[in-house]
Nanobody, 123 residues
Framework: VQLQASGGGLVPAGGFLSLSCVFS????????MGWFRRPPGKEREFVAA????????YYEDSVKGRFTISRDNAKNTMYLQMNNLTPLDTADYYC?????????????????WGQGTLVTVSS
């Protein structure tokens, strides 16, 4: 399995970005997916998760109402729409895939990881 994240960049506070994660090497619809991020100088943290069929999603409190996770199983792609960005959202963003049903918020529940895509929000 390979995951390719993209879409990061530099945006002003209040701006928006859309991240994508392309999955390959297995059957995408068999995997639950998630987004994590690592802010500068901090540990990696959970951002959002989605079940294999996209019917259930879950968000870290600070991004609720601003970020939307989604997936298109026909395109083997997961997305993270990020609106009303703040400097606190500055981080490397990682997509992850894990086997199993339900929502997963812990890193240990994910087996495969993409490379990071850097999001920088200026004040």
């Amino acid at each position: 399995v390979q995951l390719q994240a993209s879409g990061g960049g530099l945006v002003p506070a209040g701006g928006f970005l859309s991240l994508s994660c392309v999955f390959s090497g297995s059957s995408f619809s068999r995997y639950r997916m998630g987004w994590f991020r690592r802010p500068p100088g901090k540990e990696r943290e959970f951002v959002a998760a989605i079940t294999w069929n996209g019917q259930s999603t879950y968000y870290e409190d600070s991004v609720k109402g601003r970020f939307t996770i989604s997936r298109d199983n026909a395109k083997n792609t997961m997305y993270l729409q990020m609106n009303n960005l703040t400097p606190l959202d500055t981080a490397d963003y990682y997509c992850a895939a894990g086997a199993g049903a339900g929502i997963a918020v812990m890193s240990r529940d994910y087996t495969f990881w993409g490379q990071g895509t850097l999001v920088t929000v200026s004040s």
